[in-house]
């Protein structure tokens, strides 16, 4: 290669590197981040007991977590009124696909690639039959996630595609408390998370966006999702271990260590959205309007731009 090639890609691909928007910068930055501190721990920090059992469940951890942020997009970008905020979902919903692929690959690694076992545990195991289908599921909207196939399905057929979303993510919750056994804190609290979820959609489905990001209706949302993860997580502890109810009503409310409940957290996290909700809208929504797509709006749009040129040609 000589030096004047060598400029020419360099002077490129500075360009083409100014030319990615920050937000979409800053996600791809936390996206790689846990697998590479999960790489950099493996290589260069204190041997594990078990180093490959540590990966797959840190791989897993992640998919699921990229499966709500995926989920938490649309909501925030209501609440907010930060319309920009959808042009990083398609990067997030490949990421929670190539996470869960290698939480898939890191498991064949554990069985010594032992196909005909590997295949054998996910029929015999109903929590490893259900993280399957969840796979598979994320393989279909990451193979449908690109712009050639929004225009070759079809806005209406792109979109209802796309909402097998929700049922990845409800089946990958499940697979996620299922595996974790006695320590279910995170997963309580991921399940607390797409409840919250869940309820928003509801409204916005039946009510609108309007009505579904002012600020009191999420204070709304937050304190059921709340009050329903408590109650979900004491029935389960009742349940598991026989504890007295009351004990575990009360230790709903308890700060010390080890810590607050996934309920407690669960109501910062939506309070913090409530604040900033204000903040931005004001009390009941009315000092900003979302002027952002809905969803379909986005496709249709994004769709006419890619059928414009053909129609002209």
């Known amino acids: ?64 977590y990229c499966l709500m942020a995926i989920l938490v997009i649309t909501p925030l970008r209501q609440i907010l009124a930060w319309p920009r905020l959808i042009s990083v979902r398609r990067m997030v919903g490949l990421a929670a696909f190539f996470y869960a692929l290698a939480h898939v690959t890191a498991f064949v690694v554990d069985k010594n690639f032992d196909l005909k076992h590997v295949l054998s545990e996910i029929v015999l195991r109903t929590y490893l039959t259900i993280g399957a289908g969840a796979l598979v599921l994320l393989a279909i909207l990451a193979a449908t996630s690109t712009t050639g196939m929004v225009r070759r399905l079809g806005g209406k057929a792109w979109q209802r595609l796309h909402r097998i979303v929700y049922f990845a993510a409800f089946i990958a919750v499940i697979h996620f408390f299922l595996q974790s056994k006695e320590d279910v804190w995170t997963p309580t609290l991921v399940a607390g998370m797409a409840g919250w979820l869940l309820l928003y959609r509801l409204i916005l489905w039946t009510r609108g966006s309007a009505v579904a990001s002012r600020p009191i209706t999420v204070f709304a949302i937050t304190a059921v999702a709340a009050l329903g993860t408590a109650l979900a997580e004491c029935l389960y502890l009742v349940a598991k271990f026989g504890a007295p109810f009351s004990a575990m009503i009360a230790m709903q409310l308890d700060i010390e260590p080890p810590g607050p409940r996934p309920a407690l957290v669960l109501a910062a996290m939506g309070l913090t959205v409530v604040v900033l909700a204000i903040w931005r809208q004001g009390l009941f929504g009315t000092a900003t309007r979302d002027r952002s797509l809905s969803g379909w709006q986005a496709v249709r749009r994004r769709e006419a731009l890619l059928v414009e040129p053909q129609r002209q040609a």
């Open 1 to 64: 290669m000589t030096l004047s090639m060598a400029q020419h890609l360099s002077t490129q691909w500075r360009a083409r590197f100014r030319a990615v928007p920050p937000l979409k910068l800053f996600a791809f930055i936390v996206l790689l981040t846990p697998a590479l501190l999960q790489a950099g721990t493996l290589a260069f920090g204190p041997p594990l007991a078990q180093p490959v059992t540590n990966t797959i469940h840190m791989l897993g951890d992640w998919a699921v």
